[in-house]
């Protein structure tokens, strides 16, 4: 691979193949990879930025904030309001979407984000990240509506995630495999790191959160129950398990080296699919998913193929290595 590609050189030569990237989301993604490099500084800070802590209020799932939430939400529709690429906003932090002014131009896309997910880790000094989603604007018509946001995974035309960890890193798909940039701070710009991520289709890792374990449906608790009994078990392996509590930095490690991610609907709140949300968590990690050579299912469907009902919809979620999905997804049409 060269050496010392900045993800705005890697967009400029991306642009030159077929046009894949137009002007305008070559323009989106530098923005966000601009807001993500902000949050990192504000990440890093900690205490000493006074940015650690809850804020006073709910989001509208009735989740407390934190206050890093507000401010990456802030830096993030800050940074896109006025470059003339967006057309609108929505997030996990925001009732409903959020026009551009209209005092600046609008753009064709929409932008979908989780400012920082994994909140429960902010406090703790513990991997946290962005995931973003973006989508055309239906064509032909004035305005914005929430409406134009309610389209499936399939139509997503760039997607990715910025993790605050040990090191600040993007991983991004406009939909010709997976690339990786690591933030060098001393340039001050994103370098890519790795091109064409692939997760091997078999692994000896599952990540799920065990305390539900109690409130799951049948195919899960066989999935899970099967990895448990390790090599002496129907599996013939012994399997490891980690869960981190961010999304972003669970499938991450899938994305270096395989695993299988689940957040599976549970009998606690039967009316809701599950914990995490379809626009702007399950969407872009599952194309990424895919785009590495994974899978990802609710169960029953390809996640990408679920058509939105609401902005803030939720999912069950089970991703990963290919073979390990469509086992889950088998047993989810056996029992
Ligand atoms: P958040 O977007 O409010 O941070 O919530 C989503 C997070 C995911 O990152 C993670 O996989 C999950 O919630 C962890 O949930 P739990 O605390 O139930 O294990
Ligand atoms: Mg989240």
């Not at 692994?203 to 195919?219: D, G, L, Q, V, Y």
Request: glycine share 8%; proline share 4%; hydrophobic share 40%.
């Amino acid at each position: 691979m060269p050496q010392n590609i900045s993800l705005t050189r890697y967009l400029v030569e991306q642009q030159r193949i077929d046009d894949k990237i137009p002007a305008q989301l070559r323009l989106l993604l530098e923005v966000v990879a601009r807001a993500c490099k902000s949050i990192s500084q504000a990440v890093n800070k900690g205490a000493l930025g006074g940015v650690l802590g809850t804020a006073e209020s709910e989001n509208v799932q009735g989740e407390i904030q934190k206050k890093l939430d507000i401010i990456a939400n802030e830096v993030l529709i800050e940074a896109n309001e006025w470059g003339g690429h967006l057309a609108a906003m929505a997030s996990e932090e925001m009732d409903t979407i959020h026009l551009v002014p209209n005092r600046y131009p609008q753009g064709e896309y929409l932008l979908l984000f989780d400012p920082l997910d994994g909140s429960s880790n902010i406090d703790v000094n513990v991997s946290i990240g962005t995931i973003f989603s973006v989508l055309k604007k239906p064509e032909g018509q004035a305005g914005v509506q929430e409406s134009d946001f309610l389209q499936a995974g399939n139509k997503q035309v760039a997607a990715g995630y910025c993790i605050y960890g040990p090191q600040t890193t993007l991983v991004l798909t406009v939909g010709d495999g997976v690339a990786m940039f690591t933030l060098d701070r001393e340039q001050g710009s994103f370098i890519l790191t790795e091109e064409n991520l692939t997760i091997p289709a078999d692994t000896k890792e599952f990540s799920i959160n065990m305390s539900n374990k109690r409130h799951w449906a049948p195919p899960v608790t066989r999935y899970i129950d099967e990895c448990l009994e390790g090599k002496d078990g129907p599996r013939g392996k012994d399997f490891n398990m980690r869960w981190i509590a961010s999304m972003v930095t669970d499938v991450h490690r899938i994305l270096m080296r395989g695993g299988i991610f689940m957040y599976p609907w549970d009998k606690r709140e039967p009316e809701k699919a599950g914990k995490l949300r379809l626009m702007y968590e399950a969407n872009p990690m599952s194309w990424l998913v895919e785009q590495a050579g994974g899978m990802a299912t609710n169960g029953r469907q390809r996640i990408l193929d679920l058509e939105p009902g609401k902005l803030h919809e939720r999912v069950a979620v089970v991703l990963g290595s290919k073979n390990e999905v469509e086992r889950v997804t088998r047993y989810h049409d056996t029992l």
